[in-house]
């Protein structure tokens, strides 16, 4: 949903400028702050509402895939997530975008080249698009040869259709995986979370500035009375 800005601050204005027109002060600092509140409000709840994301922006305590001991990353599986989420990203013209956007072939060449030893990348922490699009979910059993090859003539132990996806060419990957989806998900999470941060420190900026030009105003106008 966008509001544009000049319907926002003639909302704000009350057709009277920023600090409004007519009526007690307090009264128009009641009423427009709690304007200001609803607007951010309402803001998050229609990002929430458009991915029903209410889930991943307060469930940090989801469970994750039971890696191998020697590995430190998480794994994230797209069974995590609401269910309106999933439908989003298991829409392929949607994934096609958000994939072009946010998962580069370069971010898995590069893992080879960042940890030319095994063991580096097997101790190393990687981000939940590196772990879910550049490599098989660690439950398919594919022994690693280095960051960037796995031996995919082994068995896979698990029935998991993202282990016959994945394929070792770095145009390909596991970009089609649903760990991929589902890294690109707590991605998104974590983003949103950072935004959602943000919207309430401006709303606590925008209240300060307004009760502060609010009481200059008052001030103002009882100035020019006594003068009067």
Not at 85 to 112: G, I, M, T
Not at 177 to 202: H, P, Q, R
Request: net charge positive; hydrophobic share 40%; glycine share 8%.
């Amino acid at each position: 949903m966008c509001i544009p800005v000049k319907k926002l601050v003639a909302g704000l204005s009350g057709g009277g400028g920023f600090l409004g027109g007519g009526g007690s002060c307090r009264n128009q600092m009641t009423l427009k702050v709690s304007l200001l509140y609803l607007l951010v409000k309402g803001k998050l709840m229609v990002w929430v509402e458009d991915g029903d994301m209410a889930e991943e922006l307060h469930g940090m305590g989801v469970v994750h895939n039971i890696l191998p001991s020697y590995l430190i990353y998480k794994e994230y599986q797209l069974s995590e997530y609401s269910s309106l989420f999933k439908k989003q990203l298991n829409n392929k013209h949607y994934w096609e975008h958000l994939k072009s956007c946010l998962v580069r072939p370069d971010d898995c060449k590069n893992l080879a080249k960042e940890y030319k030893m095994l063991k580096q990348y097997k101790a190393a922490i990687l981000t939940p698009i590196e772990a879910g699009c550049c490599r098989p979910p660690s439950e398919c059993g594919f022994p690693a040869i280095n960051a960037s090859f796995y031996d995919l003539s082994f068995h896979p132990v698990s029935t998991n259709k993202d282990c016959k996806i994945y394929k070792n060419s770095v145009a390909r990957k596991c970009y089609d995986c649903d760990s991929c989806k589902a890294g690109v998900a707590e991605y998104m999470k974590t983003k949103w979370k950072v935004v959602a941060i943000f919207n309430v420190i401006l709303f606590v900026v925008l209240a300060a500035i307004y009760m502060v030009g609010c009481c200059a105003r008052r001030n103002a106008s009882r100035v020019r009375s006594d003068k009067s």
